[in-house]
């Protein structure tokens, strides 16, 4: 689609919250471009995605330097649909990067050194066609690096325009108090946390939310649907097409546990009696916590956006219902 035009009713219908003690706000539900916006990707299809997106109010677009396949290719489909139209809507955009992971070869393009980073936003900035992004992130914690460097860098980075604020992901809470308090020192408060958390993965975002809650950082949730598990796709069998089947999924087939497909059909009969899909009700219960300022979901068709977006029209949960919801999550547990 060429020449997009924004709908008029955007901002009907999606919440938006506070990140941290910021003055940023953030819509309850962001779309997140790890899978389904690569160069093994339909143009015609995620660029849909995005713009019905914007249409309903997701205003917060998630990226990281190596997303694709192949590495890079999301940001550089994504600045395509920029120059597509969504681009003329920059000022209500908060598009994030991160650097962290493998990105080129050498000695130079992992990890958290200050010549990464900067090297790195500069490539994304390029592929996306942007002179600044909102949000830049530290995907991972660099064990070799000290975290003065990496944390230093960021601060940097957003003296010299090319980023507004900084987040860090993936760190645990030892090593987030550490990068909180040395971005504190440069100036630069952490804005938000990037934390993977769903109703299968709970540990490491519950032992983070009291710390980013006191430190005032927000805390946006990524993978919240466990990709793709916690909707109705897996219940009976791994589809054709879907992330667990294809060869470029980050999805394993052996992480569709009995387990968890046994938790999913459960889980899907009170969705049902809530009159939600179990895909709502994964996103709803993640939300019902104030503490967390966003979801990052991910979409391989308009469909399955608007499904997940109808999750803002119930998010609370009667005490019976989470106690019933509690005990099927026990049950899905790894065994130890
Ligand atoms: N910071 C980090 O280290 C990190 C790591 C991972 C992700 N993230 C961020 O978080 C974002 C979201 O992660 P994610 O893609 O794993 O999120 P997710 O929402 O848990 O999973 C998305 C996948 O689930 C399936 N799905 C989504 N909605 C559905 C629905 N309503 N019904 C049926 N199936 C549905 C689709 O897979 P199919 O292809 O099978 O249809 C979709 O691609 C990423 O794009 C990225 O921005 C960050």
Same mark, same amino acid.
């Given at each position: 689609?060429?020449?997009?035009?924004?709908?008029s009713?955007?901002?009907?219908s999606?919440?938006?919250?506070?990140?941290?003690?910021?003055?940023?706000?953030?819509?309850?539900?962001?779309?997140?471009?790890?899978?389904?916006?690569?160069?093994?990707?339909?143009?015609?299809?995620?660029s849909?995605?995005?713009?019905?997106?914007f249409?309903?109010?997701?205003?917060?677009?998630?990226?990281?330097?190596n997303y694709?396949?192949?590495?890079g290719?999301?940001?550089?489909?994504?600045?395509r649909i920029?120059?597509?139209?969504l681009?003329?809507?920059?000022?209500?955009?908060?598009?994030?990067?991160?650097?962290?992971?493998?990105?080129?070869?050498?000695?130079?393009?992992n990890?958290g050194?200050?010549?990464?980073?900067?090297?790195?936003?500069?490539q994304?900035l390029?592929?996306?066609?942007?002179?600044?992004?909102?949000?830049?992130?530290?995907?991972?914690?660099?064990?070799?690096t000290?975290?003065?460097?990496?944390?230093?860098?960021?601060?940097?980075?957003?003296?010299?325009g090319?980023?507004?604020?900084v987040?860090?992901?993936?760190?645990?809470?030892?090593?987030?108090?550490?990068?909180?308090?040395?971005l504190r020192?440069?100036?630069?408060?952490?804005l938000?946390?990037q934390?993977?958390y769903?109703?299968?993965?709970?540990? $490491? +975002?519950?032992s983070l939310l009291?710390?980013?809650d #006191?430190e005032?950082?927000?805390? @946006?949730?990524f =993978?919240?649907?466990? !990709?793709g598990?916690?909707t109705?796709?897996?219940?009976?069998?791994?589809?054709e097409?879907?992330r667990?089947?294809k060869?470029?999924?980050?999805l394993?087939?052996?992480?569709?546990?009995?387990e968890?497909?046994?938790?999913?059909?459960?889980?899907?009969?009170?969705?049902?009696?809530?009159?939600q899909t179990l895909?709502? $009700? +994964?996103?709803a219960?993640?939300l019902?916590?104030r #503490?967390?300022?966003?979801?990052? @979901?991910?979409? =391989?068709?308009?469909a !399955?956006?608007?499904?997940?977006?109808?999750?803002?029209?119930?998010?609370?949960?009667?005490?019976?219902?989470?106690?019933?919801?509690?005990?099927i999550?026990?049950q899905?547990?790894?065994?130890?």
């Open positions: 689609m060429e020449n997009y035009l924004a709908s009713s955007r901002y009907d999606m919440s938006y919250r506070r990140c941290g003690r910021s003055g940023l706000l953030l819509p309850a539900i962001s779309l997140g471009l790890w899978h389904n916006f690569g160069s093994v990707d339909v143009y015609n299809n995620f849909r995605i995005a713009f019905r997106a249409d309903r109010g997701v205003t917060h677009f998630d990226l990281a330097n694709g396949p192949i590495p290719s999301a940001e550089e489909n994504f600045g920029l120059r597509d139209g681009g003329a809507y920059r000022d209500e955009l908060v598009i994030s990067t991160k650097a962290g992971y493998d990105m080129w070869p050498g000695p130079y393009g990890w050194s200050r010549k990464y980073l900067m090297a790195s936003l500069d994304s390029r592929r996306m066609g942007l002179e600044y992004v909102d949000i830049f992130y530290s995907h991972r914690p660099d064990p070799e000290p975290i003065e460097e990496t944390m230093g860098a960021l601060a940097d980075i957003v003296r010299q090319k980023a507004l604020y987040g860090i992901s993936n760190y645990n809470p030892e090593q987030t108090e550490r990068a909180l308090e040395v020192r440069t100036g630069t408060p952490c938000i946390h934390v993977r769903s109703m299968f993965e709970r540990k $490491m +975002a519950e009291p710390l980013l #006191r005032g950082v927000g805390m @946006i949730a =993978s919240p649907l466990a !990709q598990v916690l109705d796709k897996y219940l009976n069998g791994i589809p097409n879907s667990a089947a060869t470029t999924g980050h394993r087939r052996e992480q569709v546990t009995p968890r497909v046994a938790a999913a059909r459960t889980l899907n009969e009170i969705a049902a009696r809530r009159g895909a709502e $009700m +994964a996103l219960w993640l019902k916590d #503490r967390v300022t966003s979801v990052i @979901i991910g979409a =391989s068709s308009v !399955q956006l608007d499904d997940n977006l109808n999750a803002l029209q119930n998010t609370s949960f009667a005490v019976e219902e989470l106690a019933e919801i509690e005990a999550l026990q899905a547990q790894p065994k130890a």
